[in-house]
């Protein structure tokens, strides 16, 4: 059984709950969502696997998930990072920033998504060795910036969060530049 942080509007953690039980009442917990940087400033983006429990086979950002209890957010984002591409990037201080926190709520019919959403930057080199998991993703690609936002402009279909996701993550690059 997998728990995960259930939080107030402040986001301060009031309890935990199952996962999937959390999903389908809708209640608020804590989230992470990942974009990864190359060289050449294009993002990673992940296309959900189909088997899914809900926005399977969408697009969305690098990778994201739950922080768990005793976790810190940069841990609990390593541990996504490793469980769904199959890289091992320890996240510190010095090479992933937290960009931004979002609150957002999405009926998607039996399950609802309620979370607030800590969006976190990391820069890794276009030439890493993935290995995916076919339980999480389908497949990656690196797109450019000016790609995304032509897709989101032509209405491809990426996850609930992704576009708040993004912008949170393109404000702070282009603070950073």
């Not at 986001?11 to 009442?25: A, F, L, M, P, Q």
């Not at 541990?79 to 920033?97: K, Q, V, W």
């Not at 080199?125 to 690196?142: I, K, M, Q």
Request: proline share 1%.
């Amino acid at each position: 059984m997998i728990e995960v942080l259930l939080v107030n509007e402040e986001d301060r953690i009031t309890g935990k709950g199952e996962k999937i039980d959390v999903h389908r009442k809708g209640l608020l917990h804590r989230a992470f969502s990942v974009f990864m940087t190359d060289e050449e400033g294009r993002l990673l983006i992940q296309k959900r696997a189909e088997c899914k429990y809900h926005s399977g086979g969408v697009w969305s950002n690098s990778c994201c998930s739950h922080q768990y209890s005793g976790e810190t957010l940069f841990e609990a984002a390593s541990r996504c990072i490793r469980d769904e591409l199959g890289i091992s990037i320890p996240l510190t201080d010095e090479n992933a920033h937290e960009a931004g926190v979002f609150t957002y709520y999405k009926d998607l019919g039996e399950m609802k998504e309620h979370e607030i959403d800590h969006v976190i930057v990391c820069r890794i080199c276009s030439d890493a060795a993935f290995v995916l998991n076919p339980d999480e993703v389908s497949e990656v690609r690196w797109m450019k910036r000016e790609e995304i936002d032509r897709e989101l402009a032509e209405g491809v279909m990426y996850s609930a969060w992704f576009e708040q996701a993004y912008r949170e993550a393109v404000k702070f690059l282009d603070m950073t530049r």
